[in-house]
């Protein structure tokens, strides 16, 4: 019953702060995310405490989103906030407001902002100038909310992470580097295979390694998607062609198509092995239509994860006075 469900103490490596990337959060933070994201999810959603009564939660989302804005809204609201979506057309900013006087001006009118936006400079700038929390909801270089969804899968299919194989095939991309980032914490394994020029960046990449390795897992990047998957209890993958991408979308097909995730590839992995993919997924593209829809697909509860991390997030960030 909710009943059951105490609110925890908020973290204080989260309480009240930003998130553009996990990486500069504790494990410990992560953990409790994940901890409560869980209980979350063992509850009925009309059941969900209203943690959030009274918080209000601007979300300026310049990129289109599905998953994203709509696990953001319904958690919101399923915890009794308020979320308030502005679009670029919504705002002055779409008219040239500098991002400073837009991030004072959100500052005293709600509790915390969410951006999805590209480059990832322009959440950096908003967060320095914001005077609430900012929270990254997507930008080209990392995809924080998806990395907690895509551990908190992991950990619900298998339990401890400790050197859990995982296997990531295509391109390297932002959501790569947020599952090592978070799986880093938890000591995953991940193999990356990518091809020549779509390799994720190195410096973030050697992070996670050392960080990995003194959990009992590492990260690695490999060219044989074969070696990456052979043995691995999850094979993940992503979309070739992102929004901004598509000049080169021939090119990044021809380069990436013999790392597409289909059976083949998959009989390769361990026998409870699970295809994982954030969405939206390109049907017999970067994945088989057979894999996504297949017995093998964890695809949808990674998903639903989206609602159940970003509410355990927020309940984090956005605690009461009395909690603080």
Not at 13 to 25: E, F, I, K, P, Y
Not at 85 to 105: F, H, K, P
């Amino acid at each position: 019953m909710i009943e059951a469900i105490e609110r925890p103490a908020p973290h204080p490596d989260l309480a009240g702060r930003s998130v553009l990337t996990l990486r500069h959060h504790s494990a410990e933070a992560i953990a409790a995310v994940l901890d409560l994201a869980e209980r979350l999810r063992a509850e009925p959603l009309q059941q969900w405490p209203r943690w959030l009564e009274g918080r209000v939660v601007g979300m300026i989302f310049e990129r289109p989103s599905t998953r994203t804005r709509v696990s953001f809204e319904s958690g919101i609201g399923r915890m009794g906030g308020q979320a308030i979506y502005l679009s670029e057309r919504d705002m002055q900013l779409g008219r040239g407001e500098a991002l400073e006087d837009t991030a004072l001006i959100l500052s005293g009118l709600i509790d915390a902002i969410v951006l999805r936006t590209g480059p990832h400079a322009k959440l950096e700038e908003l967060a320095r100038h914001a005077r609430v929390p900012v929270i990254n909801a997507l930008t080209y270089a990392h995809h924080p909310c998806q990395g907690l969804a895509d551990v908190l899968t992991l950990r619900q299919r298998f339990g401890d992470l400790t050197g859990l194989p995982v296997a990531y095939v295509g391109d390297g991309n932002n959501c790569l580097l947020s599952l090592v980032i978070v799986g880093a914490r938890f000591g995953l394994d991940v193999r990356c295979a990518c091809p020549a020029g779509y390799d994720p960046d190195p410096e973030v990449m050697a992070w996670a390694d050392a960080t990995a390795s003194a959990a009992g897992g590492g990260v690695r990047v490999i060219r044989d998607p074969v070696e990456a998957a052979t043995g691995a209890r999850a094979i993940y993958t992503d979309t070739w062609v992102s929004m901004g991408d598509e000049e080169h979308e021939g090119e990044r097909i021809r380069a990436l198509t013999p790392y597409r995730l289909d059976a083949a590839l998959l009989a390769h992995a361990a026998d409870d092995a699970v295809a994982l993919h954030p969405l939206p997924a390109h049907h017999d593209l970067e994945i088989a239509y057979e894999v996504l829809h297949g017995p093998r697909s964890a695809v949808w509860d990674q998903a639903q994860n989206r609602l159940h991390t970003q509410a355990a997030l927020l309940t984090h960030i956005l605690p009461p006075a009395d909690l603080l």
